[in-house]
């Protein structure tokens, strides 16, 4: 499982890169100037949206699964004890309250994508 994460958080990765070249490229390319309909019309357009949810959920799964490898190095009774004994014994007690504060971000995030951007004007 842990090769198949990898290689997942890297396939991400590559569409966050893709995701991230095509805004520049295509932003220097149009002829922006100060028009607001124009950037409005394409950030609104349904292609965009769906690359754009796709990038989203990509960046998340990303760094979900970035985090949870910071959870699994850093937040262990043995590195944590390394620094101090008491820290050591309340290391399940952090990983918990790491993971809430994740879900959180996870939830508002998708608050914002589904209910703002998706589904707003």
């Not at 149009?30 to 950037?39: A, L, M, V």
């Not at 995030?109 to 951007?117: D, G, M, R």
């Amino acid at each position: 499982m842990g090769t198949f994460l990898w290689y997942f958080q890297r396939f991400t990765a590559v569409i966050i890169l893709i995701y991230v070249l095509f805004i520049l490229f295509s932003y220097m390319v149009k002829p922006w100037g100060f028009d607001y309909n124009i950037w409005h019309t394409d950030i609104t357009s349904l292609p965009m949206k769906v690359f754009t949810t796709i990038f989203f959920i990509s960046s998340i799964v990303h760094g979900i699964q970035g985090l949870r490898d910071v959870e699994d190095d850093y937040f262990t009774k043995r590195t944590l004890g390394f620094i101090s004994e008491a820290l050591g014994s309340w290391a399940q007690l952090f990983r918990i309250i790491f993971r809430f504060f994740i879900a959180l971000v996870v939830i508002v995030l998708t608050y914002i994508l589904v209910f703002e951007y998706l589904l707003g004007g």
